[in-house]
């Protein structure tokens, strides 16, 4: 399907300008962190769990200082070999630790007092998965941010709204797209709140009552990033960390039941010949040539970011369904990889949403066109006549169906019909109800009353779609999103000062 119109015109050098960007995930609007450079795996966080475990033992005497600077020097040995290209980068403490070993000797072992494999690997995959929903906040927000400045731009750009499939009433297009953001802001809360639940560090609470061995946690804590510790040992790698991946796809499931509300409202349109909403056609990125029927443009990031989202509600199930049924403590709802695919999968999907939402090609005269040509203005009536006219409501819309039913069996729009074929059935369906009025609308009132336009601007409903409570709206969504980007900055920057601060007290002992 070939779609021209001084809108696609109009619109083609910003879809040019986006497109490098668009395809790039939109990775331009926020400064990766510091320590991203870095590849933050679960042999990363054994590093810095054991370099941690070197210094606190060491700054309050369990650990003999003339033994830590061999063991440092192995442990830095560890983590630059597993830093070379091809390098195997153990994840089990079991394979780690003859590595260190190897690299200086037995006394390595003594790291290893008051810790198990099941508080170090409770302790890795909430930093991982901490790490997971900061990169998806962070591609939310500036999702987030291109959908409230396109709604700011659609602000008076009137178009049909659909329930039920069906053309329902006149709107803001860009007081639609608010409703989208604050869906999508509702997600970014979420995000938020469940962060909070993983910033706690479960290390040296060990398998279930935690050790007779007195590892600080709360010092262990601040030097890994963790804002705080799971205060109950059973809990922190029996309890909590089965509990968290499955809000984590609840985050997920609702962000893709969000895009996927969006993209469908968008693919309705290509069901008709002229629709008033399509993506821009880009040498082959947005939409794809059909390979049998020439003049088919197929909306392919519109059906594969629909695919991506559906296969990323299927990878959120996974959590639930491994978590039920299962004694406290057992791995399958904790494993790092799949709940990281499912959390990437949620980014991929959301950078996509971004692509499209500069693709979109607006065409507001074809949209005025459709509203003219149905009665998405009939409740109107019924409002006005009761508003202006006190005639009760449910009779005022027993003569705007009637009105309808007429016109629709002739073929008229809201601007053919007839003045006097409204007061002539104004006159029939009120003697229905036992009343003898005559139609009080004069006809500018009656026609100004069908107008889409003024029925938008006319609104006075706190959060309406009239241009004050859009432009209210519009600025606290910017700054919703403002907030939402410092948030992630904040986040990532207190987590890479307590590593560059665990990385200088480190070297004291590195000879």
């Not at 500036?142 to 049909?160: D, N, R, Y």
């Not at 799971?230 to 893709?256: F, H, K, R, W």
């Not at 039941?257 to 056609?281: C, E, K, N």
């Not at 207190?494 to 007290?505: N, T, W």
Request: with cysteine.
């Amino acid at each position: 399907m070939q779609f021209r119109s001084k809108a696609y015109v109009a619109c083609m050098l910003l879809v040019l300008n986006h497109a490098v960007g668009a395809q790039q995930g939109g990775q331009q609007n926020l400064q990766p962190s510091a320590q991203q450079s870095v590849k933050r795996d679960q042999f990363y966080w054994l590093g810095e769990i054991n370099k941690a475990s070197l210094v606190i033992n060491v700054d309050e005497g369990l650990l003999d200082p003339a033994k830590a600077g061999k063991i440092a020097a192995g442990l830095v040995k560890v983590l630059e070999d597993g830093s070379k290209p091809g390098a195997a980068r153990p994840f089990r403490v079991i394979e780690f630790e003859p590595l260190l070993i190897r690299a200086s000797d037995y006394d390595a072992s003594l790291l290893h007092a008051g810790r198990s494999s099941q508080d170090m690997f409770a302790t890795y995959r909430a930093a991982i998965m901490r790490d997971n929903l900061l990169e998806l906040a962070e591609h939310l927000a500036m999702m987030s941010e291109t959908l409230v400045a396109m709604s700011e731009k659609h602000m008076q750009t009137i178009v049909p709204n659909y329930t039920n499939g069906v053309p329902a009433q006149p709107n803001s297009l860009g007081h639609v797209w608010l409703g989208h953001a604050a869906g999508f802001s509702r997600d970014a809360q979420r995000i938020r709140q469940t962060y909070v639940r993983v910033d706690r560090s479960p290390m040296g609470t060990n398998v279930l009552n935690g050790t007779s061995w007195p590892l600080n946690r709360n010092r262990m804590a601040k030097y890994l990033g963790f804002e705080a510790i799971v205060d109950n040992a059973y809990d922190a790698s029996q309890i909590s960390a089965s509990e968290y991946p499955v809000e984590v796809a609840g985050i997920v499931t609702s962000l893709g039941l969000h895009a996927g509300h969006f993209i469908q409202d968008i693919m309705s349109q290509y069901g008709q010949i002229r629709p008033w909403i399509y993506l821009a056609s880009l040498k082959e990125i947005n939409t794809r040539s059909s390979s049998a029927m020439p003049q088919k443009q197929n909306p392919v990031l519109l059906t594969e970011t629909r695919r991506e989202i559906s296969s990323s509600l299927a990878l959120a199930m996974g959590p639930m369904i491994r978590a039920h049924n299962i004694t406290p403590g057992m791995q399958d709802p904790k494993e790092e990889r799949s709940n990281t695919e499912m959390v990437k999968a949620a980014v991929d999907f959301i950078k996509r949403m971004d692509r499209i939402l500069k693709a979109l090609v607006i065409d507001p005269d074809r949209a005025l066109e459709e509203l003219h040509g149905d009665w998405t203005a009939s409740q109107e009536l019924a409002d006005v006549l009761m508003r202006k006219y006190q005639i009760p409501f449910r009779v005022g819309h027993s003569f705007s169906g009637s009105l309808v039913r007429y016109a629709k069996q002739r073929g008229l729009g809201p601007q053919a019909v007839s003045f006097d074929d409204a007061k002539r059935i104004f006159a029939e369906s009120i003697k229905t109800h036992g009343m003898d009025l005559t139609f009080p609308l004069s006809e500018n009132e009656f026609r100004d009353t069908l107008n889409p336009v003024n029925i938008v601007n006319g609104r006075v409903t706190h959060g309406g779609p009239q241009q004050s409570e859009m432009t209210r709206m519009i600025a606290l969504a910017k700054e919703d999103v403002q907030e939402q980007k410092r948030w992630v900055s904040a986040r990532r920057g207190a987590i890479d000062h307590a590593l560059r601060s665990l990385d200088s007290d480190f070297k004291r002992y590195v000879k």
